[in-house]
């Protein structure tokens, strides 16, 4: 089975701008979460998705915005893009809401000019 | 609010000793505890967790770690390591399932294997 796959690898954007990352999860998984890794940290949650509905949000400013698909697929949105917002995103998937183990994608690495 | 400290930012090691990464962590409710590992431009993956029972877990590639509440630690060792094992290691802890999921994470440590 393929496991959490996400588009694309990499990203730049520059200052001001908008970018849309997506995230498959693994087969039969319902739940998503989307996580910010910046360079020399450990990564961020930002958002939890299951069954379509926003279950989690971290602490993280209304630019940043995220949906799920019927399939279970989901999109983070930033906007108004900042500096500070390069980094690895990560998309994570597990079964269920209450499923302890989430597994990861690859992720896409964004770079902000 | 959950939080993760791993002590030690860097950890250099020669080929074939063994290995210590520390990780404490703070929780006002019980725990799940985890290890992941994050070879360079890559996602992360999941070494070994801690949800119950038995205090000493045993994981992939030879990873071991003992989960002990009185010291709010969960240390990750290996006995004999190889050049491969050269990556980031992540200590991560989250909420009770009724609570959802979400993993806080450690700052990380890079574990650098030496021939």
């Known amino acids: 089975d393929a496991g959490v796959t996400q588009s694309p690898t990499h990203l730049i954007k520059t200052r001001g701008q908008q970018v849309t990352l997506r995230c498959s999860p693994i087969?039969?998984?319902?739940?998503v979460s989307w996580y910010q890794q910046v360079l020399g940290q450990g990564p961020q949650f930002i958002f939890q998705?299951?069954?379509?509905?926003?279950?989690g949000r971290g602490n993280f400013p209304d630019r940043f915005s995220a949906r799920q698909f019927p399939n279970y697929s989901s999109e983070l949105n930033v906007n108004a893009l900042l500096l500070g917002d390069s980094a690895l995103y990560l998309c994570?998937?597990?079964?269920?809401?209450?499923?302890?183990?989430?597994?990861f994608g690859p992720g896409t690495r964004l770079l902000v000019l | 609010a959950q939080s993760v400290t791993q002590l030690d930012s860097q950890v250099p090691v020669f080929e074939e000793a063994p290995v210590e990464l520390r990780c404490n962590y703070s929780?006002?409710?019980?725990?799940?505890l985890f290890w992941y590992v994050q070879y360079p431009n890559q996602g992360l993956q999941l070494l070994l967790k801690?949800?119950?029972?038995?205090?000493l877990v045993k994981g992939i590639n030879g990873f071991e770690a003992e989960f002990n509440k009185s010291q709010t630690s969960f240390h990750l060792r290996k006995p004999s390591v190889h050049i491969s094992d050269t990556a980031e290691y992540f200590c991560?802890?989250?909420?009770?399932?009724?609570?959802?999921?979400?993993?806080?994470f450690g700052a990380g440590t890079i574990l650098r294997v030496k021939s």
């Open positions: 929780s006002s409710v019980s725990v799940y």
């Open positions: 998705y299951y069954e379509k509905e926003e279950r």
């Open positions: 801690y949800l119950s029972g038995s205090t």
């Open positions: 994570a998937s597990s079964l269920e809401l209450w499923e302890e183990t989430q597994y």
């Open positions: 991560a802890v989250s909420d009770p399932p009724e609570y959802g999921n979400k993993l806080v």
């Open positions: 087969s039969g998984h319902k739940s």
